[in-house]
T-cell receptor, first 113, second 115 residues
Framework: DQQVKQNSPSLSVQEGRISILNCDYT??????FLWYKKYPAEGPTFLIS?????DKNEDGRFTVFLNKSAKHLSLHIVPSQPGDSAVYFC????????????FGTGTSLTVIP | ETGVTQSPTHLIKTRGQQVTLRCSSQ?????VSWYQQALGQGPQFIFQ???????GRGNFPPRFSGLQFPNYSSELNVNALELDDSALYLC??????????????FGPGTRLTVL
């Protein structure tokens, strides 16, 4: 039962353009969401988070949008840089489940110079 | 500030054996979570330890067990290894505060291969 889904296994974007990575979830109890970036042979690196009381959170080139009614969140990277090429995971948690995070299967982003 | 470290980096075992993986949490963190990441999948939650006690468990059998020590480091033990246990095992640490959801910071992982 995949409660967090990333339906695009891969995405290619030209350097300088916007990258948009999408994530859908099924559990309406989820109230905290994170994005992680993962390079090969490394653990996931925390990028940005959003609480369900917000619909947008911005940190530099990274912005996460949350649409609770659609159970959808997205990560925007502007402008995209070659160093952003990695696998991106979204994760979700419900505050009543003791910080158990559910992860999507990841989207591999390639930024073309 | 010291990040999350895990040992060993790689490990090869045979079916039926037992394995212990280790994790040192990030400085200032009091909670450790363990995840299993199979090839092509996202990390799957195994369990979490807070104040040396299990604080939540995912859908994993009892042969997956853990410990947290007073210095907040942790071990993951897997008994009776099966071929499907081959995966990347990730440890994540966080600082738990009552009433909040905590951002988890991951170590580099241990790659376990079961033959």
């Amino acid at each position: 039962d995949q409660q967090v889904k990333q339906n695009s296994p891969s995405l290619s974007v030209q350097e300088g353009r916007i990258s948009i990575l999408n994530c859908d979830y099924t559990n309406s109890m989820f109230d905290y969401f994170l994005w992680y970036k993962k390079y090969p042979a490394e653990g996931p690196t925390f990028l940005i988070s959003i609480s369900s009381i917000k619909d947008k959170n911005e940190d530099g080139r990274f912005t996460v949008f949350l649409n609770k009614s659609a159970k959808h969140l997205s990560l925007h990277i502007v402008p995209s840089q070659p160093g952003d090429s990695a696998v991106y995971f979204c994760a979700a948690s419900a505050s009543n489940t003791g910080n158990q995070f559910y992860f999507g299967t990841g989207t591999s982003l390639t930024v073309i110079p | 500030e010291t990040g999350v470290t895990q040992s060993p980096t790689h490990l090869i075992k045979t079916r039926g054996q037992q394995v212990t993986l280790r994790c040192s949490s990030q400085s200032g963190h009091n909670t450790v979570s363990w995840y299993q990441q199979a090839l092509g999948q996202g990390p799957q939650f195994i369990f979490q330890y807070y104040r040396e006690e299990e604080n939540g468990r995912g859908n994993f059998p009892p042969r997956f067990s853990g410990l947290q020590f007073p210095n907040y480091s942790s071990e993951l033990n897997v008994n009776a290894l099966e071929l499907d246990d081959s995966a990347l095992y990730l440890c994540a640490s966080s600082y738990h505060r009552a009433g909040s959801t905590d951002t988890q910071y991951f170590g580099p992982g241990t790659r376990l291969t079961v033959l």
